[in-house]
């Protein structure tokens, strides 16, 4: 398995991101993202699920599984990562949900110290009754959700009506989309956002444990 590594190599805690259902591991978000975390020293390892994989090789565009399916990738590339200090999982949209859906079988196997989901995917956009909480409810390994406050896989209103565990924290990026994208008319910028957000997660890794 490739891995796309980014950030200081002695960092004290390492985050794993699996891409979005429709991008690929170096994609602009996941490319900003990276650097913004590098920024507040931390490394970052990307990697791709093979569907997204083939792409690459000219296999053509292969629609993404379920992400029941990707579950036993995701913990492959855990293990394929090896050693890391202080490993938290995650992704962007899908791949966020399906390291949710893996996070308590590693956590509580001490494979990894949380879960870190940027933009996740709580219901598709239009369809606000089709739900992708269930398991978000008993959810035990510490858990950082970064969503936009307009992102329409959940926005603040929306999710504010869940029953989520005690273990999720969530942070709100002001005015952001489902890449956390603001309205020019904020007087905000991506750059802001995306930098704020590293912020965020630096200081909540920090409070991990």
Not at 62 to 75: F, H, N, S, T
Request: proline share 6%; aromatic share 8%.
């Amino acid at each position: 398995m490739d891995f796309l590594l980014a950030g200081p190599t002695d960092a004290a805690a390492t985050v794993m991101l699996a891409h979005g259902a429709g991008a690929p591991m170096d994609s602009a978000f996941m490319n900003a993202t990276a650097t913004a975390l590098a920024t507040r020293g931390l490394r970052t390892a990307r990697f791709e699920f093979a569907y997204m994989a083939a792409r690459r090789s000219g296999a053509g565009r292969r629609a993404p599984p379920r992400a029941e399916r990707l579950m036993g990738e995701y913990v492959a590339a855990v293990e394929a990562l090896g050693a890391a200090p202080r490993l938290f999982i995650g992704g962007k949209s899908m791949g966020g949900r399906v390291a949710s859906m893996v996070a308590d079988d590693l956590y509580r196997s001490a494979s990894i110290a949380g879960l870190i989901c940027l933009g996740y995917p709580f219901h598709p956009p239009g369809s606000p009754e089709r739900l992708r909480t269930a398991h978000l409810k008993d959810l035990v390994a510490p858990t950082l959700i970064c969503q936009g406050t307009r992102d329409p896989f959940g926005t603040l209103d929306e999710v504010a009506s869940y029953d989520l565990s005690p273990a999720i924290t969530l942070h709100w990026v002001e005015g952001g989309d489902h890449d956390f994208k603001p309205l020019k008319a904020s007087g905000r910028t991506l750059a802001d956002n995306m930098r704020q957000t590293a912020q965020r997660i630096a200081h909540w890794i920090d409070g991990a444990g």
